[in-house]
């Protein structure tokens, strides 16, 4: 039976377009569900567009904000605590990056940062981009999450809880505790607690031994065993009744291991959005070239442009080294846009690739390797089952074979 249109597309933009649109179907007890085309789709198409079901900064991203300071090579700036919307604005972000205190940007007005509509939680002062926003989280989870005038208590138990995260897991940060936590706190505040738990309850659960392959993965050989103490801590600030499966040794690593495996990677960044606006500009040659090389000159005068790492946890589809459409997030904030990259027929699963471009071109044994390693799984996708008869070479052996059969080549035309 079809789970209701309420819980399966209730966190689109636009649902009732969206369920006439797609379904959700199961496939099989080693795929689980997958998403399914309900009419035709063209290429360049947006088949939906979904906000996630909880977001958060990455918690070193949090702590060091706009300053401009590094851990190792990172260097952080602050967003949205609610939509992840980049709060710098594209010339405060070239100035610093580039260290030209006085740079002025061409055609300010392409910037979609609005400083002027910022708004602070008025208990802890975390810095939202809008008041619709603030109010957003407020309702959803915030009003249980909010430290009040304890922000800087090291003492209070979710500061214990993210410091304790942060002392195990460096950048570049591959999750948060904090989207758990969200993940509690938007149940604990929901009048509709089902409603919640339904939500969560359709991303994919795992074994015993493939959640602690991704501990492990996630944590590393040197923190894996603080996973107790992250549970404690976890349990001291956040712990509900209704929820005690959750707080349970084998329930927290299913939790942690849930976001893990299904949490979405977002960059933001306030320059990247004002170039691309500025490529789509329409001018006269001389200012084209004039503006171009302007941005060359600024992005050589920054040695890494910066971008704001955060996780959301939201689902868009099921993995192949094929795929038919692509998520992205060309809104500079949270909400996930699915794509259509090749025409789609209704009945036709809307699949994705957890690889990039680089990684997709790869053999089929090294798409594999990445994908286990990373994803726990083997993929059957098409072209997979065609190369099945390939050799169990990773590229990089393929290369050394390549390797060495020129310099034979070569030894021998001598």
């Known amino acids: 039976m079809a789970a209701p249109v309420d819980d399966m597309f209730s966190r689109c933009v636009d649902p009732a377009k969206a369920s006439n649109c797609v379904e959700v179907r199961f496939i099989d007890n080693v795929k689980g569900k ?6 035709p789709f063209k290429k360049g198409d947006t088949i939906f567009i979904e906000r996630p079901l909880v977001s958060s900064q990455f918690l070193w991203n949090a702590l ?3 300053r401009g300071e590094s851990v190792n090579v990172f260097v952080m700036c602050s967003a949205c605590e609610y939509c992840l919307r980049a709060l710098e604005t594209a010339e405060e972000n070239s100035r610093r990056l580039s260290g030209r205190a006085a740079l002025s940007l061409p055609h300010p007005e392409l910037c979609k940062v609005r400083p002027d509509r910022h708004q602070p939680c008025p208990h802890c002062q975390v810095m939202y981009c809008s008041a619709e926003c603030r109010q957003a989280a407020w309702e959803q989870y915030h009003k249980l999450l909010c430290l009040g005038p304890s922000h800087h208590d090291p003492d209070h138990p979710l500061n214990k809880l993210q410091d304790a995260w ?5 950048p570049p940060e591959t999750s948060s505790i904090m989207i758990m936590a969200r993940m509690v706190a938007s149940i604990k505040q929901a009048e509709d607690k089902g409603r ?16 602690e392959e991704i501990v492990h993965k996630l944590l590393g ?6 996973l107790g103490l992250l549970r404690n801590l976890f349990t001291t600030a956040l712990y509900e009744e209704s929820l005690s499966q959750w707080f ?6 299913s939790l942690f291991s849930l976001v893990g495996t299904n949490g979405q990677g977002i960059g933001t960044s306030s320059l990247s959005q004002w170039v691309h606006a500025c490529d789509a500009l329409e001018l006269p040659s001389q200012q084209r070239e004039q503006l171009d090389a302007f941005i060359d000159q600024l992005y050589k005068d920054i040695d890494k442009e910066v971008r704001i790492y955060e996780c959301s946890l939201c689902c868009a589809g099921n993995h192949s080294c094929v795929p038919n459409a692509e998520a992205s997030f060309p809104d500079n904030n949270f ?6 990259l090749s025409d789609i027929s209704p009945g036709e699963e809307i699949c994705i690739s957890y690889l990039d471009v680089c990684q997709r071109d790869r053999s089929r044994h090294s798409r594999h390797k990445i994908l286990r390693e990373n994803y726990l799984f083997v993929c059957s996708c098409q072209k997979c089952m065609s190369q099945m008869d390939d050799a169990d070479l990773t590229s990089e052996d393929e290369e050394e074979v390549e390797g060495e059969g020129e310099t034979e080549d070569e030894m021998t035309d001598v």
């Open 34 to 39: 997958g998403l399914f085309a309900k009419k």
């Open 64 to 66: 060091y904000k706009y």
């Open 166 to 170: 942060r002392s195990v897991h460096y």
């Open 196 to 211: 919640w738990q339904r939500l969560f309850s359709q991303f994919c659960s795992r074994t015993a031994n493939e959640e």
């Open 221 to 226: 050989e040197k923190f894996q065993g603080q």
């Open 248 to 253: 349970t040794p084998d329930g927290f690593r």
């Open 335 to 340: 909400l996930l846009h699915l794509a259509a």
